[in-house]
Nanobody, 121 residues
Framework: VQLQASGGGSVQAGESLTLTCKGS????????IGWFRQRPGEAREIISC????????DDLDSVKGRFSLSRDSIKSAVYLQMNNLKPEDTAVYFC???????????????WGRGTLVTVSS
């Protein structure tokens, strides 16, 4: 399954954005989905993951309480809600499918084009 992240843009610190991840194959709704980001000059890091039963993980301390995941099975989409954005959240954001329903075993073939979020102070 090839994923596509969208919804990025340029915002001011303190503002919010919602990113959307969609897949192009029918199995999207049968997969857990993770959100990652890559800040300039840094390695890609995981933010969070949501299972098919809507359970989420909290993998990145710096965004706890500000970022949250949700999914809509009817629309075959996973959302990353980002509130109170900070300049250090500036990054390219990606989504990635897991091989099954749980937040385990990433399917690295599903990396798609990310979406750029720029936060200015």
């Amino acid at each position: 399954v090839q994923l596509q992240a969208s919804g990025g843009g340029s915002v001011q610190a303190g503002e919010s954005l919602t990113l959307t991840c969609k897949g192009s194959e029918f199995s999207f709704d049968q997969r857990a989905i993770g959100w990652f980001r890559q800040r300039p000059g840094e390695a890609r890091e995981i933010i969070s993951c949501i299972s098919t039963s809507h359970r989420t993980t909290d993998d990145l301390d710096s965004v706890k309480g500000r970022f949250s995941l949700s999914r809509d099975s009817i629309k075959s989409a996973v959302y990353l809600q980002m509130n109170n954005l900070k300049p250090e959240d500036t990054a390219v954001y990606f989504c990635l499918a897991m091989r099954g329903s749980y937040c385990l075993n990433p399917d690295y073939r599903s990396w798609g084009r990310g979406t750029l979020v720029t936060v200015s102070s």
